[in-house]
């Protein structure tokens, strides 16, 4: 049971380059989200998919496109990378358990740089 | 609309020395609240939650909280710290819904 997974680990882009960070959850839990974390921020919430053939934007999602390909996976892709998208990138996954909380699983991060 | 404040963006304190962490939240409807700790180059992990019941709540690692909704409050406590506490803690509000809105973090570092 790997939990949340999420890859790469790492990623360095020049600007204007694309790329997908793609993120898997084996939990079987419908709802899986998009945050970026940088210093003094906290988490900020890009996109969200409350189940399989949705998603919506969250706080922070222009430059960035998502996918929920199926229940298992969610990808966030940025089209141009732009040097104000470095951050790290965190994917969670949560259900709604018997006491109707969300509580949120999250993955290990990928640390993108854009230069 | 929901929001968190963490006021403090550090906490230094020696180690088996008690912390408090603060969190102050609005909301404008009935909430829960996490405490979410985050260990260096890690993901985030669910350290304690409140949704009902009793304002006092037990986390792991011996951690607890207390749930002031006069204050709209809800601090972190610990009546004795180690090293292995030195983190990133993150205060989070739900309002029932899938979308949680996280604080801005505060750092925990225990001197030795």
């Known amino acids: 049971n790997a939990g949340v997974t999420q890859t790469p680990k790492f990623q360095v882009l020049k600007t204007g380059q694309s790329m997908t960070l793609q993120c898997a959850q084996d939990?079987?839990?419908?709802?899986m989200y998009w945050y970026r974390q940088d210093p003094g921020m906290g988490l900020r919430l890009i996109y969200y998919?409350?189940?399989?053939?949705?998603?919506d934007k969250g706080e922070v999602p222009n430059g960035y496109n998502v996918s929920r390909l199926n229940k298992r996976e969610f990808s966030l892709r940025l089209e141009s990378a732009a040097p104000s998208q470095t951050s790290v990138y965190f994917c969670?996954?949560?259900?709604?358990?018997?006491?109707?909380?969300?509580?949120?699983?999250f993955g290990p991060g990928t640390r993108l740089t854009v230069t | 609309a929901q929001s968190v404040t963490q006021l403090d963006s550090q906490v230094p304190v020696f180690e088996e020395a008690p912390v408090e962490l603060r969190c102050n939240y609005s909301?404008?409807?009935?909430?829960?609240l996490f405490w979410y700790v985050q260990y260096p180059n890690q993901g985030l992990q669910l350290l304690l939650k409140y949704l009902s019941g009793s304002t006092l709540v037990k986390g792991i690692n011996g951690f607890e909280a207390e749930f002031n909704k006069s204050q709209t409050s809800f601090h972190l406590r610990k009546p004795s710290v180690h090293i292995s506490d030195t983190a990133e803690y993150f205060c989070a509000v739900s309002g029932g819904y899938q979308k949680v809105t996280f604080g801005t973090g505060t750092k925990l570092q225990v001197i030795p």
């Open positions: 998919s409350a189940s399989e053939g949705t998603t």
């Open positions: 939990m079987n839990h419908n709802s």
């Open positions: 909301s404008s409807v009935s909430v829960y």
């Open positions: 969670a996954s949560s259900e709604a358990s018997w006491d109707s909380s969300y509580e949120q699983y």
